[in-house]
């Protein structure tokens, strides 16, 4: 059964670095998304992203982050200058119809800001 | 400084027993419906989701109800078992075509006692 693949599983960074999570969705998907979980509370959306460009995000999703699919495959999320409060798990979903249909989780990137 | 996540409900039950798990939604126009399973540093799985169109659906030891009148959605696990130990979160869909997103309640941690 495919996944959603993510890569790292864990990074640790010191705050005001750049960093790049990168995801793999399962291939027929064409709607992505990413989510993140700060320790000990619910999932939050970031983003959508569909035909190549951004369909919503949240006010979590400011200027310090960006999103593209460069190559038909890979699904990043990049956090220009990270903060400390940016600690947190963060999850890419993806699915092919897109509303009204579940998404499906990657395993997540564990952010540590230090 | 410390940050202190929110503190979830938690439901305790015998293993073989039935549970019932509840989440109130805040969207009378959301159509869509979907509990999710996370077991912990994993990430959020499907485990089943209802239409707005319906008040009730089965899978296998699982049923969601939905109460649209109260938006009150609830997931009952039939004899339950060790596996089933996790936190459980319902999520609602918002928006339309190319933009949408999953909005996640609080979750509840699921223990079975043995």
């Known amino acids: 059964e495919p996944e959603v693949t993510q890569t790292p599983s864990h990074q640790v960074t010191q705050m005001g670095q750049e960093v790049i999570l990168r995801c793999v969705p399962i291939?027929?998907?064409?709607?992505f998304y990413w989510y993140r979980q700060i320790l000990g509370q619910k999932v939050e959306f970031l983003v959508s992203?569909?035909?190549?460009?951004?369909?919503?995000k949240s006010e979590i999703f400011d200027d310090q982050f960006s999103v593209e699919r460069p190559d038909g495959s890979n699904f990043t999320l990049k956090i220009r200058s990270t903060k400390l409060e940016d600690s947190a798990m963060y999850f890419c979903?993806?699915?092919?119809?897109?509303?009204?249909?579940?998404?499906?989780f990657g395993p997540g990137t564990r952010l540590l800001v230090l | 400084g410390e940050s202190v996540g929110l503190h979830l409900p938690t439901l305790s039950v015998q293993e073989g027993d039935n549970s019932i798990i509840n989440c109130a939604y805040s969207?009378?126009?959301?159509?869509?419906f979907i509990w999710y399973k996370q077991e912990s540093g994993k990430g959020p799985q499907f485990i089943i989701d209802?239409?707005?169109?319906?008040d009730k659906r089965q899978g296998q030891r699982v049923t969601v109800l939905l109460n649209k009148t109260v938006k009150h959605l609830s997931l009952q696990i039939a004899a339950t078992q060790p596996g089933d130990s996790a936190v459980y979160f319902c999520?609602?869909?918002?928006?339309?075509?190319?933009?949408?997103?999953?909005?996640f309640g609080q979750g509840t941690r699921l223990t079975i006692n043995p």
């Open positions: 969207n009378s126009a959301s159509d869509y």
């Open positions: 979903a993806g699915n092919r119809q897109g509303p009204r249909e579940t998404q499906y």
């Open positions: 209802i239409r707005s169109n319906m």
């Open positions: 999520a609602e869909n918002f928006g339309i075509q190319g933009a949408q997103k999953l909005v």
């Open positions: 992203f569909y035909n190549n460009e951004i369909s919503e």
């Open positions: 291939s027929n998907h064409l709607y």
